[in-house]
């Protein structure tokens, strides 16, 4: 490790506040979304006070001002996962990067009755219900990989779910609920012998780890700003060129025209077809500066940091009878969301005296339903942790299911 996680921690001033009663806040729910650091908050200041007007429009010199940072947040973003600046289009975040795929393959008329989409049982509903809709729309048929007990892919079925019907495999690189990273790199090569399009839901892994989309193999990557210390509101779609190129837009209206006749339109190449409306212009200078924050950890950093924490959390979590993680329970292709059962407590009752004693963890099903029935649990626990974190704070999630424990008498 070689960032200093305590002064670190002087960048999130949230991360100091104490809660109702007192309680110092342990914020452990960097999955659902993270806190900001002064970096990200003052660059986004600094747009309003100085900068301010709507990106691509107007020939006046603040226009061209706004206009500059916008796109060099996106030479900014595409740097971060190796990508051009032209394959990179700005959404509101992962959901509508998806969507957009989902529809514009729709639009193209690229799938039709006897096609083929395949998914996982481990997606976030972001990652699942678009196929579905998909599939509805188009009469293609929506077929999934399984999970097997301990929470990996179950790649048994590979050879009949990848074939030459199969028009998109659509899965994440890393699970919100049970932490696995998947092999995508190998599914993205064996769909591709059949050529079929790979979308990868990059979500949970492009803020936690060095991500090149030249090496993941795959033809989309969708993430959210948010959950990689960047502003609500932005998200990012990175896409192969030719295939941008050659899909037809999602939303259609502002700044995505080329010329409107009355009875017609034309649009502009990407990334502009992609990205209708005015720009979230200080979204995405907010989102730039916390992949300089980023950038300047050092992704493999970030990741081998968040991994000593993980191994803290799945070694103690382990020590506490009745404990049982649900997920891969070893650090090998795994990241930092540990989502677990206590035998006899409902997971919201776990929540709640953890928020009682300032730990904010996620309970429920993490808008991934599937996996809990997969397991047949009604729910889990989740604690994810991110680069402000610290081993103590691992061990108030401990000292917290203990108490838990005591509580309801398990
Ligand atoms: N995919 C995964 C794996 C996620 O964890 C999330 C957020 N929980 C999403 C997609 C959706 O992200 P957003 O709500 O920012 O669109």
């Keep these: 490790m070689t960032f200093d996680v305590h002064a670190l921690r002087k960048d999130f001033p949230i991360l100091e506040r104490t809660l109702d009663g007192g309680t110092p806040l342990v914020y452990l729910d960097s999955g659902a979304t993270t806190q900001k650091p ?31 940072a916008y ?21 509101r975040n992962t959901t509508e990067g998806i969507n957009l795929v989902a529809y ?103 803020p936690h780890r060095p991500v090149d989309v030249a090496e993941l193999g795959a033809d989309f990557l969708a993430f959210s700003g948010h959950k990689m210390l960047g502003p609500n509101g932005v998200g990012v779609l990175w896409g192969r060129a030719d295939l941008l190129a050659g899909l037809p837009p999602f939303l259609t209206g502002g700044s995505m025209i080329e010329i ?12 502009q077809r992609f990205e209708a409306g005015v720009p979230m212009t200080s979204q995405a200078v907010g989102l730039a500066a916390a992949v300089g924050y980023l950038e300047r950890l050092g992704m493999a950093e970030v990741a081998a940091y968040e991994d000593t924490l993980t191994a803290r959390a799945l070694q103690l979590l382990a020590e506490v009878p009745g404990v049982r993680i649900v997920g ?11 989502s677990f059962t206590v035998d006899g407590i409902h997971p919201h009752d776990v929540g709640q005296v953890l928020d009682e004693r300032g730990v904010a963890v996620r309970v429920g099903h993490h808008c991934a339903r599937p996996i809990v029935k997969r397991y047949g649990i009604p729910a889990t626990t989740r604690a994810s942790f991110y680069v402000y974190n610290t081993p103590d704070e691992v061990d108030a999630l401990v000292e917290g299911v203990r108490a838990a424990q005591k509580y309801f008498g398990g």
Excluded: C, K
């Excluded at 990200?40 to 706004?66: I, M, P, S, T, W």
């Excluded at 048994?156 to 092999?183: C, K, M």
């Excluded at 891969?328 to 540990?338: C, H, I, K, N």
């Design 71 to 91: 796109e060099q947040a996106r030479d900014t973003v595409a740097r971060f996962v190796g990508a051009d600046a032209g394959e990179v289009v700005f959404t």
């Design 38 to 68: 002064l970096q990200v908050l003052d660059a986004e200041r600094d747009f309003y006070l100085r900068h301010n007007a709507a990106a691509h429009r107007g020939a006046h010199q603040l226009a061209g001002e706004a206009t500059e």
């Design 104 to 206: 514009a393959l729709g639009n193209a008329g690229r799938l039709g009755p006897g096609d083929r989409i395949v998914v996982t049982e481990m997606e976030h509903h972001a990652n699942l219900v678009p196929w579905q809709q998909l599939a509805e729309r188009t009469g293609a048929r929506l077929d999934w990989f399984g999970l097997t007990d301990d929470g990996w892919l179950d790649l048994s079925r590979a050879d009949e779910l990848l074939d030459e019907r199969t028009r998109v495999l659509a899965l994440s690189h890393q699970s919100n609920v049970l932490g696995t990273i998947n092999p995508v790199r190998e599914l993205a090569d064996r769909a591709h012998a059949f050529g079929t399009l790979v979308v990868v839901d990059g979500a949970q892994s492009v």
């Design 328 to 338: 891969p329970t070893g650090l090998a292709d795994r990241g930092s969301a540990v």
């Design 260 to 271: 409107v006749e009355m009875d017609r339109t034309t649009f502009l190449p990407p990334p």
